[in-house]
T-cell receptor, first 115, second 114 residues
Framework: GAVVSQHPSRVICKSGTSVKIECRSLDFQATTMFWYRQFPKQSLMLMATSNEGSKATYEQGVEKDKFLINHASLTLSTLTVTSAHPEDSSFYIC???????????FGPGTRLTVL | AQSVTQLDSQVPVFEEAPVELRCNYSSSVSVYLFWYVQYPNQGLQLLLKYLSGSTLVKGINGFEAEFNKSQTSFHLRKPSVHISDTAEYFCAVSAQPGYSTLTFGKGTMLLVSP
């Protein structure tokens, strides 16, 4: 149980285009989902926290108009990178948790390359 | 706020040797502690966690960790490593109560050679 999937696993796009990444909890209801960004050989940096049905809370320094997060259902959250630039190239990882449960379950990640 | 320090960015070790990956944390409140493993181009897999109770926590793949409150440490150990243990290991902390967001250390790359 407690499986989180991400789609796509890899995406290559041209500079200036938008890319949507999906994060799904397959066998549980995720009241909270988290989006992380990981640069090569570095740690995970939290970008934002989203609760189902409400606006995401962004960490300091993360542009909310560039990284649009939607958590419209208890099993799906999406991250849209708008007007992507090469510096947005990174590994994006989502995680999900249930209410009052002390563990986040991580997705396999999405490798974004912006040309 | 919490912070996590993993002093070793890389730990080389020979197969079947023991290993310890160090993790220290700072927090003004009680914490939950976690170790995750990340294989290349993959997400994170939970190795083990400390929430409460016994300070010695056993996890998957033969790993264990000991919570030491006085030294604010949560070091990860394995008595005999395999080539397949080569991966990046992250220590993470979240605050009690209520379980807020995870704060990760910078990671330690475990390199197991024959």
């Amino acid at each position: 149980g407690a499986v989180v999937s991400q789609h796509p696993s890899r995406v290559i796009c041209k500079s200036g285009t938008s890319v949507k990444i999906e994060c799904r909890s397959l066998d549980f209801q995720a009241t909270t989902m988290f989006w992380y960004r990981q640069f090569p050989k570095q740690s995970l940096m939290l970008m934002a926290t989203s609760n189902e049905g409400s606006k995401a809370t962004y960490e300091q320094g993360v542009e909310k108009d560039k990284f649009l997060i939607n958590h419209a259902s208890l099993t799906l959250s999406t991250l849209t990178v708008t007007s992507a630039h090469p510096e947005d190239s990174s590994f994006y990882i989502c995680s999900a948790k249930q209410t009052n449960y002390n563990e986040q379950f991580f997705g396999p990640g999405t490798r974004l390359t912006v040309l | 706020a919490q912070s996590v320090t993993q002093l070793d960015s890389q730990v080389p070790v020979f197969e079947e040797a023991p290993v310890e990956l160090r993790c220290n944390y700072s927090s003004s409140v009680s914490v939950y502690l976690f170790w995750y493993v990340q294989y290349p181009n993959q997400g994170l897999q939970l190795l083990l966690k400390y929430l409460s109770g016994s300070t010695l926590v056993k996890g998957i793949n033969g790993f264990e960790a000991e919570f030491n409150k006085s030294q604010t440490s949560f070091h990860l150990r394995k008595p005999s490593v395999h080539i397949s243990d080569t991966a990046e290991y992250f220590c993470a902390v979240s605050a009690q109560p209520g379980y807020s967001t995870l704060t990760f250390g910078k990671g330690t790359m475990l390199l197991v050679s024959p």
